[in-house]
């Protein structure tokens, strides 16, 4: 999926445009997986084109004296990983000097920039927001995002460089290797290709596509999508979380498998749980890689029993998945989280047939019925799994809307009782029949 980055100063309105862009969709999926709302990463779709937004201003304080370095830098890492950078101004504070250096990265960057004057809320503004021609942007938008005033305007400029991407047909896995800076992202992926690692340099005005290794093994195939192999490192320090999630996103895009090697030492962070809910939404399978084992002194026979059930917690209401425990620098389990990897690979891609699905489906649900809902006896009739990329199933019924979150639970837990879906969200739709 294409990914479009807003960048621009603090309180430009980035983040009022981005839950425009994302509002209900996001909220219908946070009721959902009582996830708590994130700022930074949505998903949204305009005539019928679908794409990812980034608020780049989730990532740094909101406020004016924002390190004015922090900002170029969050722009040059826009520039790298995005596929169009919505560039936001604000009329209400006139042109500024950052406005004029961020325009300058713009300019020179090889990838398409749609300009957003914001605040334009009346006539007179309309009249002041002329003097942004002057940045020299051939797609220039007034509008107010407030109001929404003219972003459908803008969204369908923006979505002209989108494409539609239908998710390829894989003649092998591609596995995203993902994880906060430090975690042993590059020490895995060297411990798994050792020598035959291909070395890509960085060359300055280029463009830079995810380095993909093929992977070819002791019978097992995959391409590798890396994140870390590239170590032009944000400058700033603020902005280290803000590169690694966006390179975790364009990865976990291109992927079918994200791999999330969290540093044991730490334990599961925000911005871990922020990479995985991104997987999450993205239906991925997902294999989470506890590493630096051998750092966690006093292995008593319980720690990594307790430990996974903290890690599950956390990954809670989604966790049904492989946790496991490695060293790369012990080389202790690293062919473990391969194995996990292929086989959430294929659970991912499994099919049940329909007889069958309706088989055990109907026995769970003779077990325990749908709950009326104001004494209107709900049926459900049959459930078929949709023809996707991931798992998903729609089951036919009398009313679909009146079917509460907590049966959709249990039928999301018996379909995993009786299928092999570790490692792989499962989506499930309500259909009138
Ligand atoms: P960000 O820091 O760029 O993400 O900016 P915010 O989205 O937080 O907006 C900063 C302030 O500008 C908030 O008080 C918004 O309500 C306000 N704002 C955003 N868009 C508009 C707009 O179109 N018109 C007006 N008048 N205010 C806006
Ligand atoms: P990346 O930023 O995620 O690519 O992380 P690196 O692979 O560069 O690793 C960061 C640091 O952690 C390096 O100094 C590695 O040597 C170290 N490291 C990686 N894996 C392990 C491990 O299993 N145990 C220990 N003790 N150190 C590790």
Same mark, same amino acid.
């Given at each position: 999926m294409d990914i479009v980055a807003i960048v621009g100063r /603090? $309180?430009? +309105?980035k983040s009022t445009l981005f839950n425009r862009l994302i509002g209900e969709k996001q909220s219908i999926v946070d009721n959902v997986s009582g996830v708590t709302r994130d700022r930074q990463y949505g998903q949204s779709n305009w005539n019928g084109k679908e794409f990812a937004v980034v608020d780049? #201003? #989730?990532?740094?304080? $909101?406020?004016?004296?924002?390190?004015e370095a922090a900002i170029r830098d969050q722009v040059q890492i826009a520039i790298d990983e995005a596929t169009v950078i919505l560039f936001m101004v604000d009329v209400s504070t006139g042109l500024t000097d950052l406005d004029e250096q961020v325009a300058h990265l713009l300019r020179r960057a090889k990838k398409p920039v749609v300009l957003a004057v914001n605040k334009v809320d009346n006539h007179t503004r309309q009249l002041e927001a002329n003097e942004f021609w002057s940045l020299g942007f051939e797609e220039t938008f007034f509008l107010s995002s407030v109001t929404g005033s003219g972003t459908g305007e803008l969204l369908d400029a923006v979505v002209e460089h989108v494409e539609n991407r239908e998710e390829p047909e894989r003649t092998i896995p591609h596995v995203a290797v993902v994880g906060q /800076? $430090?975690? +042993?992202k590059s020490s895995f992926i060297n411990a798994l290709l050792g020598e035959e690692r291909n070395i890509v340099t960085d060359i300055a005005g280029t463009t830079r596509d995810s380095i993909h290794s093929h992977y070819n093994k002791y019978e097992r195939e995959f391409m590798l999508i890396d994140t870390? +192999?590239?170590?032009?490192?944000?400058?700033?320090?603020?902005n280290l979380e803000f590169y690694s999630v966006m390179r975790a996103i364009r990865a976990i895009e291109e992927s079918d498998v994200v791999v999330l090697i969290v540093d044991a030492t730490d334990g599961v962070e925000g911005q871990d749980l922020a990479i995985f809910r991104i997987a999450q939404k993205r239906n991925k399978g997902i294999v989470v890689a506890i590493n630096?084992?051998?750092?966690?002194?006093?292995?008593?026979?319980?720690t990594a029993r307790d430990y996974e059930l903290k890690v599950r917690e956390r990954f809670a /209401?989604? $966790?049904?998945l492989p946790i496991i425990f490695m060293s790369v620098l012990e080389k202790q389990r690293i062919m473990k989280v391969v194995d996990a990897t292929m086989q959430v690979y294929e659970n991912r891609t499994r099919r049940i047939p329909t007889s069958q699905l309706n088989d055990v489906m109907q026995a769970a649900m003779e077990r325990y019925s749908p709950p009326n809902y104001r004494g209107k006896e709900i049926s459900i009739k049959y459930v078929v799994q949709l023809p996707l990329a991931y798992p998903a199933f729609a089951f036919y019924c009398n009313h679909p809307q009146h079917i509460n979150d907590s049966y959709k639970n249990y039928l999301e837990n018996q379909i995993r009782a009786n299928f092999e879906f570790s490692g792989v969200p499962i989506s499930i739709f309500f259909r009138k029949k």
């Open positions: /603090p $309180n430009v +309105g780049t #201003g #989730g990532f740094v304080r $909101n406020s004016e004296d924002v390190f /800076p $430090n975690a +042993g870390a +192999g590239i170590r032009k490192k944000a400058k700033v320090y603020e630096k084992w051998d750092l966690v002194l006093d292995k008593e026979t319980n /209401p989604f $966790n049904d």
